[in-house]
């Protein structure tokens, strides 16, 4: 058999030569396959990466705070989601890169969670202290409504007091009953006669009750007679009493021991020599202090 060196040689180069063409070319395929697969999940996951901070985003710019400090943070934080975004937006990415930023997201996760946490729990407690403000405030308006109610009764209960002092006061003076006068005749042992004849007289004679009052304080008391007479002259002068600025000429005084009973009283008053009696109308007042009693009158011809 005959061999030629060369030819074999050949063939067998040529032969290495296929051999590693085609694994070069299916190790291109594989490796191409596997680069267009890495760039379809580096794709895919940048996307992922600016849907997920968008939403963050859009979460914080949903959350309304009356905290100063609570507000710094979720600027804080929203800036920092933002930088991180145009980042990803901007530069190209690689795997190894969007594994850093989605550590970073992570993080960012975490503190947005205690961020809204702290926020959570900042408007549960502003609904509590609006709550308890609220039934402080009830209290407070059910105590004005206490306080003007009592109020308007304690005027009422002033008023009402007032009026009764006044009706006690009113009541807590001497008060009189049956008051009679005539002007007499003559006296006898049994009955004193009267007349309405002027000339045939010259004494008056002035009867009455003074009536129980359990409002009047029992003790000694000052009756004032007073007879006026038709000429407005005070008949029997008997001098003049004081009652403050206001002072009183009388006819006859009279002193009761008053015990809280009825007691009857009487008195003869006998006008001066030098004013006897004349025709017309004479005016009998009783008086106790500065108040009068009592008023009677008797018409003489």
Known sequence: MIVIPHTYNYRLVIGCLVIALVSLGAFSYFNLDKLESYNTYVIQEKKLLEIELSEMIVRYDEVEVNSVVLNDKLEQSKFKIERILDSIRVLKPSASLLTVYRSKIKLLQKEKAEVLALVSKLENENQRLSIKTAKVEEDLQGARSITNALKSENKDLAFNNTQLSKKIEAASHLEIG????????????????????????????????????????????????????????????????????????????????????????????????????????????????????????????
């Open 178 to 301: 049956k008051l009679n006068a005539k002007a007499v005749k003559r006296i006898t042992k049994n009955r004193i006669v009267g007349t309405n004849k002027s000339y045939k007289s010259n004494k008056l004679h002035v009867a009455f009750t003074v009536s129980k009052n359990k409002f009047v304080n029992e003790g000694k008391k000052d009756i004032y007679i007073q007879i006026l007479s038709p000429s407005n002259n005070v008949v029997a002068d008997q001098g003049s009493v004081s009652f403050g600025k206001q002072s009183l000429i009388y006819s006859k005084k009279i002193i009761l021991d008053y015990k809280n009973e009825d007691i009857n009283l009487d008195a003869i008053i006998t006008t001066d020599v030098d004013q006897p009696l004349t025709k017309g109308v004479y005016f009998v007042n009783i008086f106790h202090d500065n108040t009068r009693l009592g008023s009677t009158s008797v018409t003489l011809k």
